[in-house]
Structures are given as structure tokens and as C-alpha cells.
């Protein structure tokens, strides 16, 4: 499955400058800050800062590819024995994790170097908890929230694009009737069910919807929006919206309807243009458009466009300013530009997006005007495993009409009940 977020890029190392110097100025040894990440991406930087004569290395503790790649560091912030810096998940992990006294308040230090206005709003409201500030953002994004259009498509047929659902229900049997089926969506693996439905409840509730039913402070069965989220998509689904077979599709089956032209729009995340099959040139043109409305009446409150990766500074490091001076090597357009950026991957920073090589439909306005907004995890990550399949098993029930919404949100509210 591809999540957004987590992701692995060949990227030209960048070595950036720092701008403190090790503490010890009359110290021939080098200060070593140690370091955990799993994303390539920041080990890449972590490399190419570690290459620098500025007196700091940087010892790697790579954990990509481990599939556990939460547990060891979750062992060592347990234990008080924390590394100089580390990498955290977004959401939820990383709210634990600064609860636990594993993050530095930079609160002071991010205001005084500018960054609250180098990244975007929502990319500092993802690391800020209780009004203070633990991290910074190092991950790319992969934005959701949006169809994909087949522009000749709707300039052939004299259609208008969709805004609502009840006008994505309308469109449908004209699209048809031209001879090419409505929406590109997939559901064979669960996930993007999950997705969807974390689409249209970012249209209904507050960001942190899902942190707040992780610690019980919100229940799904007392939440009415839950209810309007999933009606949401059935309408969509008894509208015969989606594509033929989509309950047994694959998002490669999408992509192939999509650029074979026998879909005329889709729903995936801007990171399926990323590979070889995929990057075009195309035979035809494509626009994005944002995801059609519940109705004119519910305009996103947030989007599930978050950054897997935020940097943290340990409050037990004895290398304070030296691990400052590495954390500040990410807050660069050299990292978020030539190596986030190099990959395929739009950033958190307004700045640098606007320099990105990439294809129209992918940095158009509604695209970037996402990172204004409060930014939260896909809905496919920011419950405990179990939650989720209970999710997507129920999800596919409703949307089959072989359960109400009111039963599956009961069974969703006992299986997290577990797990707070």
C-alpha cells in the first residue's frame, strides 16, 4: 500500500551550512550528535551534514525498512537513555511522545529564527501541542482531498465540473452516456475507503478529531458528524459514482482507467504521478479539482494532508547547541527543495513549493491553499491497528448496505475503547 507521507526518495545530497560552530571551540574532536530516523529523506541530510567540516557528526541510527521501526525508539525515550535528535510520526505518536517528556520545547527558538513563517500555518500547528512548540516538519506531503480531471473529456461532452456530491450524482450518467465511466476509485485493500471518509469528515469536524477519540475524550457513537461523513459516501456510491468494480480494484487499476482515458476523473493522492508508468507525458490534459462538497454549506475545516516526519531535539542531550544547529539544517529551501522536493513530493513550505519541478495539476492554487489549513493524519494511521481494520471492514459493510451506520459505529467504539 502507498501512504502518504512515509516515503523513500533518491535525492542529490545537499550539504548545507550551519550556523553555530561546536561548542568546544578548542576541542579538536568533534562533538557526535546520535540520531534515529526511519525516513531516507532526513538520513540523506543527516549524511550530507555529517560531510561538513562544521565540527559535529552525526551517528545514524537507520531505521528504514524495519517494519518496527516505532518500537526501538519507543524503548529508548521509555527508558530516559533518548538520542541527541530523533524522528516522529505525525498525530498521535508524536503527541505520546511529548506528553512523555521526549521533546524539547523550541517554542522561543522557532519564533526568534522566523520559522513560524517560513512553513506554512498548518505545518507548525502540526508540532505544537498546549500552545508550544517540539519540532519541525521534515516530510513531504502527498495531498489528498481532490479529484483528477480528464480536461478533453469535459471540454468533448460540454460539461462543467462537479462542486457538490449531488452535482458529482448529476454528472455521472452524462459521462456515461459519452461513453466513459464517472469517478477512478479503488477499495480491494480497505485503506482508501478510510481515506475518502476522512475526506468528508474533515468537511464536518476540527483537525483533531481523531486525537480526541484516541484518548476518549470523543466517542464514535455519540459524534453525529460520523454519521453525516458516512452518509456522505454512500449517496455517492447509490449514486453509481465510482467507477465498475471498484470495490475490488486496486489503485494501479485506477491509474491504468485514468490515463487509458476510460474514466474521466480520480480520486488518489498527488503521489500517483510519482514512477515511471505514471509521469507522463500524458495524451491528454489534466486539471485537479478539490474533492466535490458534502453540499455549499461545509467547506473543509482541515485536511488530511499531514507530514509523516517532524524532527525533535531531546531535553537530554548534552549537545544542546549542536543539535540545534543540525535541526536548523532541515528548515532550509536546500533540504525541502532539493531533496523533499527532488522526489516528487510538494513541502510545507509555501516558499519552496512555488520552485518545485512538478506537473500543474499538482501545485495549482487549491493544492497549496491546503497548507493554510490545519493539517491532520489520513485516517488510514491515526487510530490503533485494530481500530482501523474494524474501520475499513465496516466501512465496506455500509457502503454495501449490510449493516447501518449506528452498528458500525458501536462495534468502532468498543474495539478503541480497548486501546485507551
Known amino acids: 500500500m502507498k501512504r502518504a507521507g512515509i516515503f523513500v526518495v533518491v535525492a542529490t545530497f545537499v550539504v548545507v551550512s550551519v550556523m553555530g560552530a561546536a561548542s568546544d571551540e578548542g576541542s579538536s574532536e568533534p562533538v557526535t550528535l546520535e540520531y534515529m530516523s526511519w525516513i531516507q529523506s532526513s538520513i540523506d ?54 506528553e512523555g517528556g521526549g521533546a524539547m520545547d523550541i517554542t522561543d527558538l522557532y519564533h526568534d529564527k522566523g520559522w513560524d513563517t517560513y512553513y506554512s500555518e498548518g505545518a507548525t500547528e502540526v508540532v505544537t501541542r498546549d500552545g508550544r512548540i517540539y519540532g519541525v516538519v521534515v516530510g513531504g506531503v502527498f495531498p489528498w482531498q481532490m479529484i483528477f480531471v480528464n480536461v478533453d473529456v469535459f471540454e468533448r461532452l460540454g460539461l462543467e465540473y462537479p462542486k457538490t456530491i449531488d452535482d458529482m450524482i448529476e454528472l455521472a450518467p452524462k459521462l456515461r452516456a459519452g461513453g466513459i465511466e464517472p469517478l477512478g476509485f479503488n477499495n480491494s485493500a480497505g485503506w482508501m475507503g478510510q481515506i475518502i471518509f476522512g475526506d468528508y469528515m474533515m468537511q464536518l469536524v476540527e483537525h483533531d478529531t481523531d486525537e480526541k477519540l484516541n484518548s476518549g475524550e470523543l466517542k464514535w457513537n455519540e459524534v453525529p458528524e460520523m454519521v453525516d461523513g458516512f452518509e456522505a459516501v454512500k449517496k455517492l456510491v447509490d449514486g453509481d459514482v465510482f467507477m465498475v468494480g471498484w470495490q475490488s480494484s486496486g489503485t494501479n487499476d485506477t491509474r491504468h482507467a485514468f490515463l487509458s482515458q476510460k474514466v474521466a476523473l480520480m480520486y488518489v493522492g498527488t503521489w500517483w504521478v510519482l514512477g515511471e508508468d505514471w509521469d507522463g507525458p500524458y495524451d491528454f490534459e489534466i486539471d485537479s479539482i478539490p474533492l466535490p462538497l458534502i453540499d455549499n454549506n461545509h467547506s473543509p475545516k482541515a485536511y488530511q494532508t499531514y507530514p509523516d516526519g517532524v524532527a525533535v531535539v531531546s531535553p537530554n542531550t548534552e549537545h544542546e547547541q549542536e543539535a540545534i544547529d543540525f535541526l536548523s539544517s532541515f528548515v532550509t529551501d536546500d533540504f525541502h527543495r532539493d531533496i523533499l522536493g527532488a522526489g516528487g513530493s510538494l513541502t510545507t513550505v509555501p516558499s519552496v513549493n512555488e520552485q518545485l519541478d512538478l506537473h500543474p495539476f499538482i501545485v495549482n492554487e487549491h493544492i497549496l491553499d491546503q497548507f493554510n489549513y490545519p493539517l491532520t493524519n489520513y485516517w488510514t494511521t491515526s487510530f490503533p491497528v485494530a481500530v482501523e481494520e474494524v474501520l475499513a471492514t465496516q466501512f465496506d459493510l455500509i457502503m454495501s448496505g449490510q449493516t447501518t451506520i449506528e452498528k458500525a459505529l458501536d462495534l468502532l467504539e468498543a474495539e478503541h475503547k480497548e486501546y485507551r
Do not use: C
Not at 518496527?68 to 508524536?94: K, V
Open 45 to 98: 541530510n543527516a549524511v550530507a551534514f555529517d560531510a561538513a567540516d562544521n565540527g559535529i557528526k552525526v551517528d545514524v541510527q537507520n531505521l528504514n525498512g524495519d517494519p518496527e521501526y516505532q518500537t526501538p525508539l519507543r524503548i529508548r525515550l521509555a527508558s530516559g537513555d533518548h538520542p541527541d535528535l530523533w524522528d516522529s510520526s505525525s498525530g498521535s505518536f508524536f503527541t505520546q511522545r511529548v
